[in-house]
């Protein structure tokens, strides 16, 4: 079992710049869309960590020895990449029909379909911690589309948007179940890396080229942004969880959409023209907060089972 070194400071800290990452990747990759299509965005930010990430395994022959994978290690390490890299895509495709808040909020659902995992793969069960946050959750999320009901049951592009980030939280617990099997062979960065480059050539086929030549130097900054935040907030968050307690570095992590909301709104207000603000109302603020209350509540609860303990390790990021 893992020991924490004791540098809860250090932890904090590094789970913070974290959460601003995280938090702050939403924005980037919105404003991208208006300029670029979903599939060069998410093959460009696979591109740039693939050559990073197997740059720094290289340098210390850290590369994953393939060939000694076993068939059952094949079977989950495909599951894991079509799994993460479904989660890219479909997460960028909903941001094309809802606001960065919105799919961040939503998106908080991905360690739940985890849990729930453990439950119907694994035959795990659930604490009763485990299940209130679960109820707190849905309650929050109820609270914060209160305004937006008709258009999540009637047909248009909001519920669309709605749909496609809820599936990519499912496929993002596909990948982390797929994963945690996986960690007994291979090392949590050697299948990241294995996961990058594979989605590279995945996506191959759709990209346009040509979108990349024609982008200004605001773009292509908020593109490099994009492409890097992964891999540093993927180190911070690993670093982390070295010197403090996963789940709370899992619970400070819920209260990222909230980040998300309110670099939403300093941005309309100082950039109207780059992003428009999201229409909240305080109804929606305090769901936004349920939510965040009802993951914490989750990645806190005392943890018996394997599913459980990835919940609290793992994070759903795009």
């Known amino acids: ?24 990747l939403p924005i980037p990759l919105k404003m991208l869309l208006d ?9 460009t930010r696979c591109l740039t960590a693939a050559i990073l990430l197997g740059t720094w395994l290289a340098l210390r022959s850290r590369l994953p020895e393939l060939r000694k994978l076993s068939r059952r290690d094949w079977a989950l390490l495909a599951i894991a990449i079509i799994g993460l890299a479904s989660n890219y895509i479909l997460y960028i495709l909903g941001l094309q029909f809802i606001a960065p808040g919105a799919a961040q909020v939503v998106i908080q659902l991905a360690p739940m379909f985890l849990l729930l995992g453990g439950l119907f793969v694994f035959g795990e069960h659930f604490r009763p911690m485990q299940w209130f946050g679960f109820a707190i959750l849905t309650g929050g999320l109820l609270l914060y589309f209160h305004d937006r009901l008709g258009e999540l049951i009637a047909p248009g592009s909001y519920a669309i948007g709605v749909a496609i980030v809820v599936l990519a939280g499912l496929m993002w617990a596909f990948y982390a179940m797929a994963q945690k099997q996986l960690l007994k062979t291979l090392p949590s960065e050697a299948i990241m890396w294995c996961i990058y480059a594979a989605a590279v050539l995945v996506f191959l086929p759709a990209i346009h080229p040509s979108r990349l030549l024609q982008l200004d130097g605001v773009h292509i900054a908020l593109l ?13 968050f690993a670093e982390a969880l070295d010197h403090w307690e996963a789940s709370r570095v899992s619970a400070l992590l819920a209260v990222t959409p909230l980040l998300t909301i309110v670099i939403v709104a300093w941005l309309a207000k100082i950039a109207p023209h780059a992003l428009a603000a999201e229409p909240h109302d305080w109804l929606s603020i305090v769901g936004a ?10 990645a ?19």
């Open 224 to 236: 490099a942004y994009a492409s890097l935040n992964t891999l540093v907030a993927y180190g911070c």
């Open 35 to 43: 300029v670029m299509d979903p599939y060069t965005i998410t093959w």
């Open 300 to 318: 806190l609860a005392p943890r018996e089972s394997s599913a459980a303990k990835a919940a609290a390790v793992l994070a759903p990021r795009e």
């Open 1 to 24: 079992m893992h020991t924490t070194t004791g540098r809860w400071r250090y932890g904090l800290s590094l789970t913070l710049v974290t959460v601003f990452l995280w938090g702050s």
């Open 289 to 298: 907060g349920i939510v965040v209350i009802g993951s914490g509540l989750s």
